[in-house]
């Protein structure tokens, strides 16, 4: 079992960074794929990035260049840097965590190939 809990949320004018944070408790970080999605109000949750063993990143089209998926294994923590917001990015961001995949294959951009999810963090960006 795995428990993941966001922070790191908040309100920020256009053009502004926030750090999302996950802590995951539970079996060995490094066992899993980690990835943010989020979900805007009467949209459907949607894949933003997804990290494997710290070096491995897959990234959403939509924040190439402006967003940075991170993890430091030993505080067991997955991160996103986010720079550049735009309104459109506002959302409650989910961190999710699979059983780890190897391939080229490892990556799902569908939330319900995760097998944990955490609560969410409500980022809001004003214009």
């Known amino acids: 079992q795995v428990h993941l809990v966001e922070s790191g949320g908040g309100l920020v004018q256009a053009g502004g960074s926030l750090r999302l944070s996950c802590e995951a408790s539970?079996?060995?970080?490094?066992?899993?794929?980690m990835a943010w999605f989020r979900q805007a109000p009467g949209k459907e949750r949607e894949f933003v990035a997804a990290?494997?063993?710290?070096?491995?990143?897959y990234y959403a089209d939509f924040v190439k260049g402006r967003f940075t998926i991170s993890s430091d294994n030993a505080k067991n923590t997955v991160y996103l840097q986010m720079n550049s917001l735009k309104p459109e990015d506002t959302a409650v961001y989910y961190c999710a965590a699979r059983v780890l995949q190897y391939g080229s294959s490892w990556y799902s951009i569908d939330p319900n190939e995760y097998d944990y999810r955490g609560q969410g963090t409500q980022v809001t960006v004003s214009a």
């Open positions: 539970g079996r060995t970080f490094s066992s899993y794929v």
């Open positions: 990290i494997r063993w710290s070096f491995d990143r």
